[in-house]
């Protein structure tokens, strides 16, 4: 058996062939646009759908895919009718204006009911329903049921209108862990009866047929990325572990994080896995910000080029993004002027040195796992083990866990057996004055507050 999986994420969007050993077969890539209307930056969807349809077309013809399984980024929904969307699906990078933002922010929930902390943009996405709702009730009106992004997909290539459990938990201010419900703000708004029946993530909830295949293959519902990573992980009975997911987002889930440490001021919340428990998480930008600080950095990093960045202190202080567990100050560089290699390898130890602090603030004593774009080569795993000796760290056997734990969520709601490769022990980097440089940053950036904010982590 074979699985295509779409996996949308902000900055790009894969389309990837897994089979039932975890191996991916084939993969495509595109970058999703995001164009202005009527006002709002706003997903060019009929250009990604396009995209989509003839990659899962070839995949099922090269490859007799039997399911499609879909992994999305977070902080997105779409409206929809009986056939198609009732307003285009927002960017979730746009701040609602001011006059709208003050009165629409009065009615988020606590953070003690959602453990979703106020956040800017359309970071919660409820928040952004909200300013849908005061400046086009038409769009909500018009509405048969709201969808989260990885449903949205799910339901535009053939399957039944669905919710799920680890999407509406993503930080959305809908959806309240500790009752396992929709929260109170789904209520005031009226948006109860707009939101499908819950269905677990990789259930079959259709079917399609597509490209010169004989019969239909499945539809299953989709998942939250970072979660579908969280998934890949566990699901190989590893034991306790913090996730380390990275992308344009790099996020940080530890299960085992007592929910009284969550620092709604530093991007702490709660994410809830594909079974509805909850996940202490932490995260920041990392993708974005690594990008902003190399330049646009494609290349390889070379560990002589790190060496040189911590000989000569040259540092990167957030923030280059919005959010994140430091946030209220424009990112800069200090020190001599790098040059474009060194600058790739000040961008890769800044986000080293974020994740670092992220693992002490969410409380990270347990096995870590490094997965995502931005271990490539094993280089940010390598810095992170060295810092945290006392840390056991893995890396993925692929760059794709969100992919890989999409696959198994789909193989496993057939009965299908999927034995994806196990993580690999991590080495450790041997590079000279690491820890002086971390410490060296953590002083700049935040110097006692954020020391003490830290000082139950595992360093």
Known sequence: ???????????????????????????????????????????????????????????????????????????????????????????????PPAEIAAQIDRRIPDFAETFSPRLPLGFNYGRHMMWLQEVDPGAFAASISILGYPQYWSWRFGGRAVSEVSYLGCHSHLWAPRSQDFSSLVDA???????????????????????????????????????????????????PLTVVSTGTWVIVLNPDCPLDALDRDRDMLVNVD????????????GGREFAVISAGWQGAIGLSSIQRVINAGIMALPSFAPGGPISGHSGRLTGRTPDAEERAAVALLYVAVMVDLSLDLIHS?????????????????????????????????????????AAALAFESVGREFAAEAPEPVRASRLTGLAGYRDGWRDLVAGPAITGAAAGGAR
């Open 365 to 405: 004593n347990n096995t870590v796992i490094v997965d995502g774009g931005l271990n490539s080569g094993g280089l940010l795993a390598g810095l992170l083990a060295q810092l945290r000796p006392g840390q056991a760290f893995l890396q993925g056997a692929t760059q794709e866990g969100s992919a890989t734990g």
């Open 189 to 239: 708004q009226g948006w109860r009866g707009r939101m499908p029946a819950l269905e677990r993530a990789g259930t079959v909830i259709g079917e399609r047929r597509l490209g010169g295949a004989v019969g239909p293959i499945a539809i299953h519902n989709g998942v939250h990325d970072s979660n579908a990573a969280l998934y890949a992980y566990r699901r190989q009975g590893l034991g």
């Open 1 to 95: 058996m074979k699985i295509a999986v779409l996996d949308f994420g902000k900055t790009n969007s894969k389309l990837f062939v897994i089979g039932h050993d975890g191996r991916v077969l084939d993969e495509r890539r595109t970058q999703p646009k995001w164009v202005r209307q009527s006002g709002f930056s706003v997903l060019d969807e009929a250009a990604l759908h396009d995209w989509a349809l003839s990659a899962v077309a070839d995949a099922v013809d090269s490859h007799d895919v039997e399911g499609l399984m879909v992994s999305g980024h977070g902080c997105t929904f779409a409206l929809i009718d009986d056939a198609a969307l009732t307003h285009p699906i927002l960017d979730y990078e746009q701040e």
């Open 274 to 285: 594909v079974d509805g428990g909850p996940v202490p998480t932490i995260r920041f930008m």
